[in-house]
C-alpha cells in the first residue's frame, strides 16, 4: 500500500510549522490549540469530516485569514507578518478552480505568471514546463470555462507551479476526479514530491491519502486527533492487530479456527471465511505468540499458504476518531505523543 | 401543475428583503407626490390641471418604474435555471415549454400587477382631486403599464432563453429596453414635420415607444413637437405593436424550451495560427483585430489585470471596440456632414445635441455592462480568491480593472471627435461649447464607471451588480428628465433646473444649446455634482475591495 509514496528526497528540515494554532468566530471554535511540523520534501494528508477545521488551516497558512493565536511559519517566514513573502513561498489550489470565461488556458498561466512577476521569456519558458509536467499541453488553445472537471484540476495544479513554490496547498485536489483522472493526479503529486517540493494535501478519499501521504493528521471540531504515519495511526487507532491465515483448501477452515481460538485470548474475534479458504482473526498477543500460533497450525496439519498481519484501513482510523467525537467529552489526544514529522 | 410553477417564481420573487423595500418605497414615493401636490387652503381648481400635472408625472414614474425594475426578473428567469441545471429537471417534467413559459410569465405579470395595484391609492387620490377621467385617463394609463409590462417580460425571457451568462442577459434586456423605448423617438423627433421616408420610418419606430404612448394620453404633447399638433392614436398604434411583439416572442421562447437549448458542444479553442494562409487573411479583414489568434504574453510594462479583463470579455474585445468605434466615427462625420451639404437643416446646434444624446446613451449603456461585474464577477467566479493569493496589491487590481473600462470609454469618446471638429470649423463661435461639451461627456464617462463599479461592488453576483447599476444611472440620467418634462407646470424653472444640475444628460444639452434646454444654467453645478460623486464612489470602491480583501 506504501510502495506509491516518493522516498529519497524527504529531508530533516521543517518546513511547515504550526503552533498552539487558534481561530475563533465569536463563541465559535474553527480551530483549537493546533500545533504540527512537516519536514520538506513530505506530503501531509489532512483528514476530517466538514467543518474539521481543514480549509481555516489551509487560509490561515496562505494568508487569507488571520488566527485568533498561536503561529503558522513555512520555511522560518510568519505567514500571518510577511504574507507577501508567503505568496511567492506557497501554491494554493482551492477546491473551486476559479475559472475565467472567455480566457484558453495558455492566456490563463500567463496572466498568473505576470501576477507573479514572471518575466515574459522566463514566463513563457516556465509556462511549458509546467503544461508538459502536469501533462495539459495539448489543451493549451481550449478555453478554461469549457474543460472536463480533472482538467482543470491539472490546468489548476499548473497554475500553481508557475512561481514554483516550496509549498503546495492543495484542497480537496482529487473531489469530483473520474478514476482515471484520480489516479494521474496521484502520480502528479508522487512526481512533486519526488522534486523536494512540500505538499499539504486534503482529501476526502482516503484511500487516495493513504497511497501518497508520509503523514496523516485527523481532525475533528477544530482539533487535530491523530498525527504520524498511517502504520502509527493504525497501531494506535487499534491497540489489538488483525491477522488473517489463507489456507490451500476451504475444508480445514473450521479446524483452523478451532487451533486459532485454543491459542488466543478467549473470547477474541474469530471469523471463518470459507469462501476465500480464509481465517482471519484480531488478538492482542505480541510477534513470538503469534509464531507459536503459526507452529500450532502447521502441527495440526493446516495447509497454510499466507500468514499476515492486515494493515489497519485510514477509513477505520479516521471513524474511530471522528464518531466519539461526536458527543460531548471528546478527548483530544495526539496520537504519538507528539505532531512531528 | 400550471400554478405551480408560478406560486414557486413568485414566493422567490416576493421572498426577498430588498423587493418589500422596493415595492414600500415606491408607494411611499407616489404617496408622496400626491400629497405635495394635494390643495391645501380649502380651494379646488374647477379646470383640473393641478391634478392633470401630478397625474402627469405619475404615469411617468411608473412606466420608469416598470421598464427599469421589471425586466431583471424575466432576463435572468430561464438562464439562471439553466445554468443551476433546474431547467433540465422542469423540463423532464410533463409540464411541457408551454406551461413553463407561462408560469413563468404570469408570475412576472403578477410581481408588475402587485407593483400597479400598489400605486391605485396614489392615482384614487388624482381622481379625487378632479380633472380626471376614469376611462379617458386613468384606465388608458393602465392599460398601457400592463401593455409594457407584457412586452417587455416577453421580450427579458426571449433574450434569457438566448443568454449563456445571466449578466449578459440582463445588458441585452437594458439595451432593448433602452433602444425600444427611448431610441425609437429619435427619428421622428429630427424629421417630424418633413416629408419623405425617414419621416415615415419615424412615425412608424415611435409606434414602438411607451413614452411616446403617455405623452399623448396625458396630453404633453407630442416628444419635441416643436409647436406641431399631432392627433395620431399612438395609444392603439402601440397596443397593436406590444400585442404582436408579445404574441411573436412568446411563440419563439417556447420554441426555444426543449433539449435543443442545452445542445452546446464545449468549445473546441479553434485558433487562427493554425488555419491556412486564406482563412487567416480573410479573418483579419473582417475583424481587424482576430478575437482567436494566439495571444502573446503579456508584457512586464502592462498591468496583468487589465489585459485580463480585456480578455476575459467577449463584448469589449478589441475587435468590438474597432467596430463601435468606426460606427460612431462614421456616423458623426456623416451626420455633420449632412449638416455642411445642406441636406438637413438641423442646425449646428441639433446636430451637437443628436452627437451628444448619442454618446451619454452609449456611455451609459455600455458603462455598467463594462464596469458593474469588475468585483462581482471575481467574486462570483471564486477568482477573487486567487488573486489574493498573488503578490499584487489591492490598488493595482482595482487600477487595472479600471483602467480595462477607461480604455474603451476614452476610444467611444474619441471616436466621435472628428465631428466635434468639423462643427468648431463651421461655427467657430461653437469653440467653447464643443469644449464644454467634451469635458461633460468626459465626466460623465468617468461617473458612469465608477459609480456603476462601486455599487456593482457592493454584490456578490454579477447579475445584481449589473441590473443595480444600470439602475442607478438610469435613475440618475432619467428621473431628473422626468421633472424637466413637467417644466413650468407642475414644476417652476429654478426647481427643474436644480433637478437638473445632477443630470449629465441634460448638462451637455444645455452646454450646447439644445433646444428645451438651453435656458438652464447647469455647469459648474453639474461638474462639482459628478466630481464629488465619482470621488465618493471610488471611495466606496476602494473601502469595499478593502473590506473583502483583508484577512478575516
Redesign the interface.
Known amino acids: 500500500m506504501t510502495a506509491d509514496r516518493p522516498s529519497g528526497s524527504v529531508s530533516d528540515t521543517p518546513v511547515l510549522v504550526l503552533e498552539h494554532l487558534t481561530k475563533q468566530y465569536g463563541a465559535f471554535t474553527a480551530l483549537d490549540d493546533l500545533t504540527l511540523t512537516l519536514n520538506a520534501g513530505q506530503i501531509l494528508g489532512l483528514i476530517g469530516p466538514n467543518g474539521a477545521g481543514k480549509t481555516t488551516t489551509i487560509k490561515i497558512l ?5 488566527p485568533t493565536s498561536g503561529t503558522a511559519m513555512i520555511a522560518g517566514v510568519d505567514c ?1 507578518r510577511d ?2 513573502k508567503i ?2 513561498m ?1 501554491g ?1 489550489m ?1 477546491d ?9 488556458v ?2 490563463y498561466l ?8 514572471i ?2 521569456r522566463l ?2 519558458k516556465r509556462i511549458d514546463e509546467v503544461m508538459q509536467l502536469t501533462g495539459t499541453t495539448y ?1 493549451r ?3 478554461v470555462e ?1 474543460l472536463s472537471h480533472g482538467m482543470q484540476q491539472r490546468v489548476g495544479l499548473s ?1 500553481i507551479l508557475l512561481h514554483d513554490p516550496k509549498v503546495l496547498i492543495l484542497d480537496e485536489p482529487v473531489n469530483g476526479l473520474d478514476p482515471q483522472a484520480r489516479i494521474e493526479m496521484r502520480d502528479l503529486l508522487i512526481q512533486l514530491a519526488a522534486q523536494g517540493k512540500t505538499l499539504l494535501v486534503t482529501s476526502h478519499i482516503l484511500p487516495e491519502l493513504t497511497r501518497i501521504c508520509h503523514r496523516v493528521a485527523i481532525m475533528t471540531h477544530g482539533k487535530l486527533r491523530a498525527f504520524g504515519t498511517v502504520e502509527e495511526i493504525g497501531r494506535q487507532v487499534s491497540q489489538q492487530r488483525t491477522i488473517e491465515s489463507h489456507l490451500v483448501s476451504a475444508d480445514q477452515v473450521t479446524a483452523a479456527a478451532n487451533i486459532i481460538r485454543q491459542s488466543i485470548e478467549p473470547g477474541a474475534d474469530v471469523v471463518e471465511v470459507a469462501a476465500e479458504a480464509t481465517v482471519r482473526f484480531r488478538t492482542a498477543r505480541s510477534e513470538s505468540d503469534l509464531g507459536d500460533v503459526l507452529t500450532r497450525l502447521i502441527q495440526g496439519g493446516i495447509r497454510i499458504t499466507q500468514f499476515r498481519e492486515v494493515q489497519t484501513d485510514l477509513e477505520e482510523a479516521f471513524m474511530s476518531f471522528a464518531r466519539p467525537k461526536e458527543g460531548a467529552g471528546a478527548k483530544p489526544a495526539v496520537v504519538g505523543g507528539a505532531a512531528h514529522a | 401543475m400550471l400554478s405551480a410553477i408560478t406560486r414557486r417564481e413568485l414566493t422567490t420573487l416576493l421572498r426577498r428583503r430588498r423587493m418589500m423595500v422596493l415595492v414600500f418605497g415606491l408607494v411611499t414615493l407616489f404617496g408622496l407626490l400626491v400629497v405635495i401636490r394635494w390643495p391645501s387652503d380649502g380651494r379646488v381648481a374647477l379646470t383640473g390641471v393641478r391634478s392633470q400635472q401630478v397625474f402627469q408625472l405619475f404615469g411617468y414614474g411608473l412606466l420608469a418604474t416598470l421598464l427599469l425594475l421589471l425586466p431583471v426578473f424575466p432576463a435572468t428567469s430561464i438562464v439562471r435555471e439553466k445554468k443551476r441545471g433546474t431547467l433540465a429537471l422542469l423540463l423532464n417534467t410533463p409540464l411541457g415549454p408551454w406551461r413553463i413559459f407561462t408560469g413563468k410569465l404570469l408570475a412576472i405579470l403578477a410581481l408588475a400587477g402587485i407593483v400597479l395595484v400598489m400605486s391605485l391609492p396614489a392615482a384614487s387620490a388624482c381622481y379625487a382631486m378632479g380633472g380626471l377621467s376614469l376611462y379617458g385617463d386613468l384606465w388608458k394609463v393602465y392599460l398601457l403599464l400592463m401593455l409594457v409590462a407584457l412586452q417587455y417580460s416577453v421580450l427579458a425571457l426571449l433574450v434569457s432563453s438566448y443568454a449563456q ?1 445571466i449578466d449578459a442577459a440582463v445588458r441585452v434586456t437594458y439595451g432593448l429596453v433602452l433602444g425600444l423605448s427611448v431610441m425609437t423617438l429619435g427619428p421622428h423627433y429630427f424629421f417630424q414635420g418633413t416629408k419623405g421616408s425617414l419621416a415615415d420610418l419615424g412615425e412608424l419606430l415611435r409606434g414602438l415607444s411607451p413614452f411616446a404612448a403617455l405623452m399623448s394620453l396625458t396630453g404633453a404633447g407630442d416628444f419635441g413637437s416643436q409647436g406641431l399638433v399631432n392627433r395620431t392614436d399612438l395609444l392603439g398604434r402601440f397596443a397593436i405593436c406590444s400585442l404582436l411583439i408579445a404574441v411573436v416572442g412568446s411563440v419563439w421562447t417556447i420554441s426555444r424550451l426543449n433539449h435543443r437549448i442545452f445542445d452546446l458542444s ?6 487562427s495560427d ?1 488555419q491556412t494562409r486564406s482563412i487567416q487573411w480573410i479573418r483579419r479583414m473582417f475583424f481587424l483585430v482576430d478575437p482567436q489568434r ?2 502573446k ?4 510594462f502592462i498591468n ?2 487589465m ?2 479583463e480585456f ?4 463584448f469589449g ?1 478589441l475587435h468590438w471596440l474597432l467596430r463601435l468605434v468606426a460606427v460612431c466615427a462614421v456616423l458623426s462625420l456623416g451626420l455633420t456632414y449632412a449638416t455642411t451639404a445642406g441636406t438637413l437643416d438641423w442646425g449646428v446646434e441639433t446636430i451637437g445635441g443628436i452627437m451628444v444624446v448619442m454618446q451619454v446613451a452609449l456611455v451609459v449603456l455600455i458603462t455598467p455592462s463594462l464596469s458593474a461585474g469588475l468585483i462581482s464577477a471575481e467574486r462570483e ?3 477573487w ?8 496589491s489591492i490598488a493595482r487590481v482595482i487600477w487595472g480593472k479600471l483602467l480595462s473600462v477607461i480604455l474603451p470609454l476614452m476610444l467611444i469618446l474619441c471616436a466621435t471627435l472628428p465631428g466635434y471638429l468639423v462643427m468648431v470649423y463651421i461655427e467657430p463661435g461653437m469653440s467653447l461649447q464643443v469644449q464644454r461639451v467634451v469635458i461633460c461627456l468626459v465626466l460623465t464617462a468617468i461617473f458612469a464607471m465608477v459609480l456603476s463599479a462601486a455599487v456593482g461592488s457592493l454584490f456578490a453576483r454579477t447579475a445584481a451588480a449589473t441590473a443595480g447599476a444600470y439602475g442607478v444611472l438610469l435613475a440618475i440620467c432619467g428621473l431628473p428628465l422626468l421633472v424637466w418634462m413637467g417644466r413650468d407646470a407642475p414644476f417652476g424653472h429654478d426647481t427643474v433646473e436644480a433637478v437638473l444640475c445632477f443630470n449629465p444628460i441634460a448638462a451637455a444639452l444645455s452646454v450646447i444649446r439644445m433646444p428645451g434646454f438651453q435656458h438652464y444654467v447647469l455647469i459648474p453645478a453639474n461638474w462639482w455634482f459628478l466630481g464629488i460623486g465619482s470621488l465618493i464612489s471610488l471611495l466606496v470602491l476602494l473601502w469595499q475591495t478593502y473590506r473583502i480583501s483583508r ?2
Open positions: 496562505v494568508g487569507l485569514i488571520r500571518v504574507s507577501q505568496k511567492r506557497v494554493y482551492p473551486t478552480f476559479g475559472s475565467y470565461d472567455n480566457m484558453r495558455r492566456e500567463d496572466f498568473f505568471g505576470a501576477a507573479f512577476g518575466a515574459p514566463r513563457a489543451m488553445d481550449r478555453f469549457s497554475r | 451568462t464545449r468549445s473546441a479553442g479553434a485558433i493554425d494566439r495571444s504574453g503579456i508584457s512586464s496583468p489585470v489585459v485580463k480578455r476575459c470579455r467577449r474585445r467566479g471564486r477568482g480568491q486567487l488573486l489574493q493569493t498573488t503578490p499584487l484577512p478575516q
